[in-house]
């Protein structure tokens, strides 16, 4: 593997244990990938600075309800400052656990900010916006039918 192949393989698997976490609704894993430092903000614009208090903040989530799943697109992997820094940006859509369809209401564009700690890619900022387009129904229901493409996750 070539070392543009190494940092993207990296950045994609951060990305998608990420999500597969979500999906088991592991929150001490899910906080585990981040920096120590590292932040989150949530679909609803929660805004969560450093591991223990990602891990606090995921675990209420997780234990009130069966949270829908993720099913997601890398966009785009690139390199920066010197390297040690990698930006991430994504799709995502959520499948209901129980449901046989994504729901478009909680489409998102993801973006993931990762840097080299000791040798492993740590996250840094994880965004999940969600992918309202405003009054162009035709953008939302493009990226419905790539995310259905991709079919329903399995909850782990």
Not at 1 to 19: C, I, K, P
Not at 40 to 60: M, Q, Y
Not at 70 to 93: D, P
Request: charged share 25%; aromatic share 8%.
């Amino acid at each position: 593997m070539n070392g543009l192949e190494d940092w993207t393989a990296s950045a994609r698997q951060v990305y998608f244990a990420l999500l597969d976490d979500w999906n088991r609704q592991d929150a001490q894993a899910m906080a585990a990938r981040f920096a120590e430092r590292g932040s989150i903000v949530g679909f609803d614009g929660s805004a969560v600075d450093g591991r223990t208090a990602i891990e606090a903040h995921l675990l209420p989530i997780f234990e009130q309800h069966p949270t829908p799943l993720f099913a997601a697109k890398v966009r785009e992997v690139r390199r920066m400052a010197g390297g040690q820094t990698l930006l991430l940006r994504g799709v995502a859509g959520m499948w209901p656990r129980d449901g046989t369809d994504l729901n478009p209401d909680l489409n998102a564009v993801q973006t993931m900010v990762l840097s080299l700690c000791d040798g492993v890619y740590r996250i840094e900022m994880f965004q999940n916006t969600p992918a309202a387009f405003h009054g162009r129904t035709d953008e939302r229901d493009r990226l419905s039918a790539e995310l259905r493409e991709l079919g329903r996750p399995v909850a782990k």
